[in-house]
């Protein structure tokens, strides 16, 4: 285990707390580790990088898949002063910063899918997941743990089945991404940790909004047990989704996911 103090491979930037970045070649979730070193004591800023994942995980309980020098798998543990309703808005400026970091190192033009996906080429590139422990006497965090995984090339035999209409990866197989993973680890880094100092004044806000690839389609609202079909009309500031459903009727709605194929 490597530790690299902030300066060495991140340029410095005052709103920054100090990042200790720490890399292992194999974990099981990069998520679960640094949320044990949280409840350890670790402070905000220690950041995992994995080579690969052997139990990657997604929202909504789904697997992340991570195999060995094709991705990018990084855990951020931060203590924000935030309720926890305000999570959200870490998951949202880390979505703003990651494709922000993706167009900027790839030259692709990268989209967000309501309220956390990655998308280039029509295509999932990159997942987040944050994970957060709350204070129940405040109501506030105690911590978020910050997950990214961006697919940096496919691997060697392609995606899994089940992956092959859903994923892509920023490069084709065979690039060297070793450049290209130590980029956009330093640029993702830097986005997010220019967000992170005023997270509830969504200084992000236009960032996800012009990329929001969902806004005016129409769309399948899964979550609560239901699915239904509605057009969305608009996101609100709260990151909450304005959609009309089919009797006519509008709704805001702030969890759950939605589904492009009708
Ligand atoms: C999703 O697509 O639903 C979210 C995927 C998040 C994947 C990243 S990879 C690094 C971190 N560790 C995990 O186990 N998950 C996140």
Redesign the pocket.
């Known amino acids: 285990m490597t530790g690299m103090e902030r300066g060495k491979n991140v340029a410095e930037n005052d709103r920054m707390p100090k990042l200790k970045i720490i890399r292992q070649q194999q974990v099981n979730?990069?998520?679960?580790v640094v949320k044990q070193w949280a409840e350890a004591g670790a402070p905000e800023g220690t950041v995992l990088l994995a080579d690969s994942?052997s139990?990657?995980?997604?929202?909504?309980g789904?697997t992340?898949y991570?195999p060995d020098g094709t991705g990018l798998?990084?855990?951020i543990l931060l203590r924000p002063n935030l309720s926890v309703q305000q999570a959200l808005f870490i998951t949202t400026a880390a979505a703003a910063a990651a494709a922000e970091a993706i167009e900027q190192v790839s030259g692709e033009k990268v989209g967000i899918k309501w309220v956390?996906?990655i998308f280039i080429r029509e295509k999932?590139v990159c997942?987040?997941?944050t994970e957060s422990a709350m204070d129940a006497a405040s109501g506030n965090l105690r911590y978020a743990v910050l997950?990214?995984?961006v697919n940096l090339t496919p691997p060697e035999n392609g995606f899994p089945e089940e992956l092959q209409e859903i994923a892509t990866a920023l490069m084709p197989w065979g690039t060297d991404v070793g450049l290209l993973r130590e980029q956009l680890v330093k640029e993702i880094l830097e986005r997010f940790f220019a967000y992170y100092p005023a997270l509830t004044d969504m200084p992000f806000f236009e960032s996800y909004r012009s990329r929001c690839f969902v806004l005016g389609r129409r769309v399948r609202l899964i979550g609560h047990g239901s699915v239904r079909e509605a057009a969305v009309i608009d996101l609100d500031h709260s990151f909450g989704l304005r959609v009309r459903l089919d009797d006519g009727s509008e709704q805001t709605v702030m969890t759950g996911e939605i589904s492009l194929r009708l």
Not at 29 to 32: A, P, R, V
Request: aromatic content about 8%.
């Open positions: 979730s990069t998520n679960t994942q139990a990657g995980r997604g929202r909504l789904r992340f991570s798998y990084m855990s956390n996906d999932k997942g987040i997941l997950g990214i995984g």
